[in-house]
């Protein structure tokens, strides 16, 4: 009876490896490194006098975990995860603080050759980013504050590279993602910022 146990326990581990070597199962996880590149748009400040786009915000590379759940062979959801992200903000190229973003997405994906060793995909969806840890201050004008959250869309191109049929993917990815927020003083709206990075990332997958 122990040597049946054993043995059933042992298939089941089997099993569930195969499962998880599946290049073709219901789910796939992906880690990535990814590049986010502002677009550093913002409207003038009259007083002081500062110009339209004076306030940028800093480039980063971080971590990022992505699970994506395949309806069928050809459409998937994704749901993009990281954690906090400190940037730097300069006005007219002089630093005036930091922020934190928080930016999860959540997208339908169409990938267009689903069998293929080239994978191909695209997507579209929504981005709800959490904005924290604002610590922003202006000479002449004081502290600044931005927007709690921001909310806008994504879209997405992108393409997995099968590794050799055991569920393991090289993943390449682009997405646009727009971002913006209220530049304050007090309560008195003082600009606006967009953000709206470009997201560069590569990293690995695996399906099951």
Partial sequence: MKRLYVLALAGLAVSTTVEAQNPDGRFMIRVRALSLTPADKSDAIASPAVPADAITVSDKIFPEVDLSYFLNKS?????????????????????????????????????????????????AGGNLTLISDVALNVPGVGALTLDDASVGFAL???????????????????????????????????SAVQVNPILLSAGLGVRF
């Fill in 75 to 123: 459409w998937a959801v994704e749901l993009v995860l990281t954690y906090p992200q400190q940037h730097d903000v300069k006005l007219s190229g002089t630093k005036i603080g930091t922020f934190k973003h928080l930016p999860p997405s959540l997208l339908l994906q169409y990938h267009l050759l689903p069998s293929a060793k080239f994978r191909p995909y695209v997507g």
């Fill in 156 to 190: 997405q191109g992108g393409a997995d590279i099968d590794l050799g049929g055991k569920g393991w993917f090289l993943n390449l990815d682009a997405k646009y993602v727009t971002i913006g927020s209220d530049v304050k003083a007090g309560s008195t709206k003082i």
